[in-house]
C-alpha cells in the first residue's frame, strides 16, 4: 500500500500560530476601545457637524465599516514586521472611515434621531 503523506504538510509546520483577537467582537472593540480612544465634538444638531447614533448596530453601513477598522485594528496591533503599521492603520483606515461614519449630512448615522 503506498500512501502519499507528508508530515511537514499535515502539521503545517511553516504556518503562523493563530492569535487570537484582542476584543471578542466589534461590539466589544467599539465600546472598550474605539469609544474610548476617538475625542471628537459631537453634535447635538442632527445634520450639523459630526454625528454618532449611541445605536450604531442598527446602521448597515456603519457596521460594515467599523467591523473593517476592527479587523484592520487587530492586524496592524499584531504586525511584528512593521512596527509603524498602527501608524498606518490610523491614516489609511480610521480616518477616512470616521469622516464618512461620523458625517453629519451624508453619513450612515445622519438621519438618526434621538428616540
Same mark, same amino acid.
Given at each position: 500500500?503506498? *500512501?502519499?503523506?507528508?508530515?511537514?504538510?499535515? +502539521?503545517?509546520?511553516? $504556518?503562523?500560530?493563530?492569535?487570537?483577537?484582542?476584543?471578542? =467582537? *466589534?461590539?466589544? !472593540? *467599539?465600546?472598550?476601545? +474605539? @469609544? #474610548? *480612544?476617538?475625542?471628537?465634538?459631537? =453634535?447635538? #444638531?442632527? %445634520?450639523? /457637524? +459630526?454625528? !454618532?447614533?449611541?445605536?450604531?448596530?442598527?446602521? %448597515?453601513?456603519?457596521? $460594515?465599516? +467599523?467591523? @473593517?477598522? !476592527?479587523? @484592520?485594528?487587530?492586524? $496592524?496591533? #499584531? &504586525?511584528?514586521?512593521? #512596527? $509603524?503599521?498602527? &501608524? %498606518?492603520?490610523?491614516?489609511?483606515?480610521?480616518?477616512?472611515?470616521?469622516?464618512?461614519?461620523?458625517? %453629519?449630512?451624508? /453619513?450612515?448615522? =445622519? /438621519?438618526?434621531?434621538?428616540?
Amino acid at each position: 500500500m503506498d *500512501v502519499d503523506f507528508d508530515l511537514d504538510e499535515e +502539521l503545517d509546520l511553516d $504556518a503562523e500560530p493563530e492569535v487570537e483577537p484582542a476584543y471578542e =467582537s *466589534v461590539d466589544d !472593540w *467599539v465600546q472598550h476601545y +474605539l @469609544a #474610548r *480612544v476617538i475625542q471628537r465634538r459631537i =453634535s447635538d #444638531r442632527p %445634520g450639523h /457637524g +459630526l454625528t !454618532w447614533d449611541a445605536r450604531w448596530w442598527t446602521h %448597515g453601513e456603519a457596521v $460594515a465599516r +467599523l467591523t @473593517a477598522l !476592527w479587523w @484592520a485594528w487587530e492586524s $496592524a496591533r #499584531r &504586525s511584528v514586521e512593521d #512596527r $509603524a503599521a498602527m &501608524s %498606518g492603520w490610523w491614516v489609511e483606515h480610521c480616518e477616512p472611515h470616521l469622516r464618512m461614519l461620523l458625517d %453629519g449630512v451624508t /453619513g450612515p448615522m =445622519s /438621519g438618526a434621531d434621538d428616540t
